[in-house]
């Protein structure tokens, strides 16, 4: 059972222009979602997290958009850079009555074309 | 510049045998995860322990993974028999308290089994 589903898998973007990436999740349970950045031969990195209790976060280029009862988040970049082609993973944790539990999203790979 | 650490990073073996990896966590940190990831599945969190205690193991296969923290400085997963589908990436995160905030993780080990 797949609990966050995240698309595209892939993107390509223009140097300068908006990147989008989305995901969808299940549980009303998770209370944390973070996004990763993956560079080739390298572990995730965290990137930008947000809680349900705010719909926005903004830091620098990136921002997360929450929409709880839609139960959908996602990640913008803007003016994006060569620099940002990577693979993007957004994630859903709940940490409730002392359990954890974490999911990924299968992954977007961004290629930002100059 | 404190980073998760992660041995072997590459580790070829034939199908049967012993696996150890291991990691070693940034230093003060209480939390630690082991993530195995592949191009079908992506990332899938196997097993976390809070202040070296596992808490959940539950996405391991628990009939030839074993996943320990002898110490608060070194985690380890082992496969034993190792098989062809546990070929991956396996990482290792390690974070502050309840792991939340901030999961850093390793570089990994890729693991082919033959």
């Known amino acids: 059972q797949q609990q966050v589903k995240q698309s595209p898998q892939s993107l390509i973007v223009q140097k300068g222009g908006i990147s989008i990436i989305n995901c969808a999740y299940e549980n009303t349970a998770f209370d944390y979602f973070p996004w990763y950045q993956q560079f080739p031969g390298k572990g995730p990195a965290l990137l930008i997290a947000?809680?349900?209790?705010?719909s926005e976060k903004k830091e620098g280029r990136f921002t997360i958009s929450f929409n709880k009862s839609a139960k959908q988040f996602s990640l913008h970049i803007m003016d994006s850079q060569p620099g940002d082609s990577a693979t993007y993973f957004c994630a859903a944790i709940s940490t409730g009555a002392g359990s954890y539990q974490l999911t990924f999203g299968k992954g977007t790979k961004l290629s930002v074309i100059p | 510049d404190a980073r998760v650490t992660q041995t072997p990073r590459h580790k070829v073996t034939e199908m049967g045998q012993e696996v150890t990896m291991r990691c070693q966590p940034i230093?003060?940190?209480?939390?630690v995860f082991w993530y195995r990831q592949t191009m079908m599945q992506g990332l899938e969190l196997l097993a976390y322990f809070r202040n070296r205690a596992p808490l959940d193991d539950s996405g391991m296969p628990k009939d030839r993974f074993s996943a320990e923290m002898p110490d608060a400085t070194l985690a380890t997963l082992k496969i034993q028999p190792s098989e062809p589908r546990d070929s991956a990436v396996y990482f290792c995160a390690s974070g502050l308290v309840g792991g939340l905030d901030e999961q850093y993780f390793g570089p990994g080990t890729r693991l082919t089994v033959t």
């Open positions: 947000i809680r349900p209790d705010v």
């Open positions: 230093l003060g940190h209480n939390t």
